[in-house]
């Protein structure tokens, strides 16, 4: 049986990714400081023996606290929102600078494989598109988004130096938009944000003319990329998303007719430094790990619709949707 380590557990991602894991066969331990992440969200896989150990990345990882063999080390903690970027910039800096360290150490004392969640953010806005792992980006190094696009940019190159000097096996995930079931309903990202505010009839609140484009991959085509990646034998950093672009405002039409609450939309100031297009070259992704996505957009945004209904059932005084 092969143990995997998952940092961010308690998070979006790598809660599913927990959940994958188990699937397989793996013996899974989650660890997780609840900055970000949520208890609920480890519910299904605490109750299949995943083992939880509370600790912040930042401070060492003591000997005692993970114990015997790891085969693989999946290092996504990370406050991820741009919401998030204004609220704890330090931490995030720190989460990917000495967190990742520690993580890298772990994995030489243990002799695991560590994967590194980086980001599209590495390409900042970007000049190049599609964006191709060749590419090195547009980052405002003193922008509002620079504690996180920095920080991952950091962390691809602290993964790359311990891995010549030490020789640890090491894989780097360029994660682009992704989006399912247990997102915050209160992050302040764009489909948290449309279709909490679609379904308590508020406007969607489209920054900009909503002319920028991202593009939206399904948290389940998500986690398989992850382990189709730190499972290959590809060293090099590779992009995993789902190359099907659309613009903020299409997105918002879709949200609301799907909602059916077509409320009105609000346009409020485009925030510094927000990508005017992204979408992800996946050539390497396909041709190197074997993984292509296979969720398409309107499957995926339905299984939102439910997962978003049942979050505001649950809170009866309704969700605030943060706007940047
Ligand atoms: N966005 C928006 N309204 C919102 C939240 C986001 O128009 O309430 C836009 C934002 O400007 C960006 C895109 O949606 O262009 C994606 O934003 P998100 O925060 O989800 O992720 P990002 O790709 O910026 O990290």
Not at 43 to 49: M, P, S
Not at 188 to 216: D, H, K
Request: overall charge neutral; charged content about 25%; some cysteine.
């Amino acid at each position: 049986m092969k143990r995997a380590l998952v940092t961010g557990a308690a998070g979006f991602i790598p809660s599913h990714l927990c959940d994958f894991l188990l699937d397989r066969g793996y013996e899974v331990i989650g660890l997780d400081n609840f900055v970000t992440g949520r208890r609920s969200n480890l519910e299904a896989a605490l109750k299949r023996g995943m083992k939880l150990i509370e600790h912040n990345i930042i401070d060492p990882i003591p000997e005692s606290l993970v114990t015997g063999q790891i085969d693989e080390i999946y290092n996504m903690a990370s406050p991820a929102s741009p919401v998030d970027f204004a609220k704890m910039p330090l931490f995030i800096l720190e989460t990917a600078a000495r967190g990742h360290r520690h993580l890298l150490d772990l994995g030489r004392r243990t002799g695991a494989r560590v994967l590194f969640a980086s980001t599209s953010e590495v390409y900042g806005d970007p000049e190049v598109h599609p964006q191709v792992e060749s590419y090195f980006g547009n980052v405002n190094s003193v922008g509002v988004r620079s504690c996180y696009d920095e920080a991952k940019r950091y962390g691809e190159a602290l993964t790359v130096a311990y891995t010549r000097e030490h020789r640890l096996e090491t894989r780097i995930a360029r994660i682009f938009n992704t989006y399912g079931s247990r997102m915050r309903p209160d992050d302040g990202r764009i489909i948290p944000n449309f279709f909490m505010q679609a379904l308590q009839g508020q406007p969607l609140t489209v920054y900009g003319e909503g002319s920028q484009t991202r593009s939206f991959c399904y948290v389940s085509d998500q986690v398989e990329g992850l382990y189709k990646l730190m499972t290959s034998s590809e060293t090099r950093p590779v992009n995993i998303g789902n190359p099907i672009e659309r613009t903020v405002l299409k997105i918002a039409n879709e949200i609301n007719a799907l909602c059916g609450s077509r409320v009105p939309l609000r346009n409020l100031p485009l925030p510094e430094n927000d990508p005017k297009q992204r979408k992800p070259d996946i050539s390497r992704a396909a041709s190197s790990i074997g993984w292509v996505p296979r969720v398409d957009l309107e499957t995926g945004l339905r299984e939102c619709l439910s997962y978003f209904r049942e979050e505001l059932k649950r809170a009866p005084g309704g969700i605030v949707t943060p706007t940047a």
